[in-house]
Structure formats: C-alpha cells, structure tokens
C-alpha cells in the first residue's frame, strides 16, 4: 500500500459562510479521484505557506459523497478562530486559482451501520462541518433514511452552511428535522433556547427524539459538549456502539489567550484515533 502523501491542488471556488467562516471547493483532476474518494466525515489535510513558514492543517469535508462523483471537486469548510494561523490565512487569503497541497482523505468519524433508518447528529459551531457530510449523502443515497440535526449556534446569524441546511430541508421533506439550539438569541419555544447541555439533551429526547428511535448518532464539537451529550445519551439509554464522536480541538485550547494559543499552535498536532471516538487536534481551528 502507497504511502499518502500531498497533491497540488486547484481552489476552484471560496464561498463565504456565517461569522467569517469560508468553504473551500477544490479541484480533482481525473488521475486523482480515486485517490480523493472518501467517506462522509473523513477529512483532508491541506499545507501552505503561511507568513513564510510550512503550516499544515486537518479540515472535515463538508459535501456529500456524490460531489466528487458528479463535479470531481470536494469541499471543506474552515472557521476562522482568533489567533489562527491557517484558519485566518484561509479565510482572508485563499482565493480562487490558488493551489494548495492536500493530503489523500482520512479518519475514522463516519457510519458504521449502513442500513440504519435514522440517523441523528449533535453539533456546535463548525462541528457541522463532517455532520454535514454525513446527513446530506445518508438523505441522498438511502430513500427510506431520516435524519435528525440538534445544532447549537450563539444566533442564527452564526450558524455555518444555514442555506445549504435549508435547501436539504426543503429538499427532503419530512425526511430530514432541522432543531436549532441557540444561545443568544431569544426563541419562542424554551427548549430551543441556550445551550446543548445534559438538560437540554435530555428534554430533547424527552420530547422529540425517543431514545428506541436513533439508530446511529453522530456528535461533534467543543470537548465539554461532546462529553455531555455522549454521557446523557448512554444514560438515556442509546447504546455506546451506536453512537460516534468527532473532537476538533484539545479541551484547554478554547480557554488560552490569543499568544497563549499561538504558542501552543507553535508547538505542532497530533491525531489519535481508537474505538468510536475520533480526535482530531486542529489546534488553530
């Protein structure tokens, strides 16, 4: 088996998404779309020079898996994060033409039950992002499927791919449920307003999600969130086997001051992956 390693890529398009966020379409030429096959949640990792220094980081593929089939292009989809080297780069920089390098799909964050009727998904901010895969090529490739998404955002202004959301709702009526969590922004039903937490999880599934009916959830998002949900869930009663994680940064990471983390970037990532929970440490965002 080949060692991956990176392959210069086209940015066929950037376009812009919610609070500073971008999604970055490239380019797959014909010799290479085998290689840049991938499953819904994997992710890409992309190097550049930034500031002239050699800077690598892993973003989750946004697009349903028939993108690359149909347009030979696949899509990521970067939030700019304060102290962020490449992630402020991307946002502000990265234009179309550009060429970028791109390592060979990877991770592990994606379905493991192929024939499961519903599938449900947790997410906060750009943890969207490998769950936007996931649901758009479930809808999309298994007619009889379902697919619930608990989506956490500060405002609706905030939230990441909302017309692409609402093009999926509109497109697969009464087959995908869109419930969006928001922090900020008042709601006229209290259960939609504040934060994805252990109370919240368990009045969502009190109310709309009996616990008999998910047959696979995804959750991805800040560490404390998907700790949570995942210890609220196994206590509810939806069997560990059933439910997967995707962590995006370390725990402390959120919490460090814009130098503290620039520092802690400095330092490098790391990926470990083992059992049903992926991490995988973008420490810029």
């Known amino acids: 088996m080949a060692i991956p390693r990176f392959h210069d890529l086209t940015v066929s398009r950037i376009n812009p998404e919610a609070a500073g966020a971008v999604a970055v379409t490239l380019a797959i030429p014909p010799a290479l779309r085998e290689t840049f096959a991938f499953d819904p949640g994997q992710f890409l990792t992309l190097r550049a020079d930034v500031n002239g220094e050699s800077v690598r980081r892993s973003y989750s593929i946004c697009c349903p898996r028939s993108r690359l089939a149909q347009a030979h292009e696949v899509q990521v ?6 102290g962020g080297v490449f992630s402020n780069w991307a946002a502000t920089q990265l234009k179309a033409g550009d060429t970028i390098s791109v390592m060979p799909p990877d991770g592990r964050f994606g379905v493991r039950r192929p024939h499961a009727l519903h599938r449900v998904g947790f997410a906060v901010g750009s943890g969207i992002t490998p769950i936007l895969s996931i649901m758009a090529s479930t809808l999309e490739e298994h007619p009889e499927s379902r697919f619930t998404l608990v989506y956490g955002n500060r405002r609706m202004a905030s939230v990441m791919f909302n017309e692409t959301l609402q093009d999926l709702k509109d497109r697969y009526t009464g087959r995908l449920t869109l419930i969006h969590i928001l922090s900020r922004q008042a709601q006229e039903v209290d259960l939609l307003q504040g934060h994805i937490d252990a109370d919240k999880v368990r009045a969502i599934v009190k109310a709309l999600l009996p616990v008999g009916s998910m047959d696979e959830v995804f959750i991805c998002g800040p560490e404390a969130m998907i700790d949570t ?10 069997p560990q086997r059933q439910i997967h994680t995707e962590r995006f940064t370390s725990p402390t990471l959120a919490a460090l001051s814009p130098v503290e983390r620039r520092a802690a970037v400095a330092a490098g990532q790391q990926k470990t992956e083992g059992g049903n929970i992926t991490l995988t440490v973008v420490l810029d965002g």
């Open 229 to 238: 949900t995942e210890a609220t869930l196994l206590e509810a009663g939806v």
């Open 77 to 82: 989809g970067i939030r700019p994060m304060d």
